[in-house]
């Protein structure tokens, strides 16, 4: 997808786009001991990625191939 162009974007566009994205609803997940030795060892193997950005990428790619996969259909 192209980006627009800076020049033509409403003035406050940035400031909207950026409260958009902020973070404000928690989710906690409990993992057994395997799971976070297992969360821990992948975290070292990408050489220190926040475990909460794995995990979200993680849920959201499920989610999101999970609701592509199950689309509404007309027929």
Do not use: W
Not at 45 to 74: F, S
Request: contains cysteine.
């Amino acid at each position: 997808m192209k980006r627009p162009n800076p020049h033509t974007l409403p003035p406050d566009f940035r400031s909207r786009e950026r409260k958009a994205l902020v973070r404000k609803n928690r989710v906690v997940v409990l993992l057994n001991d395997m799971e976070a030795e297992a969360l821990k060892r992948y975290q070292n193997t990408l050489k220190g990625k926040a475990r909460a950005v794995i995990c979200r990428e993680a849920i959201m790619e499920k989610v999101i191939a999970g609701l592509d996969e199950n689309q509404p259909t007309l027929f």
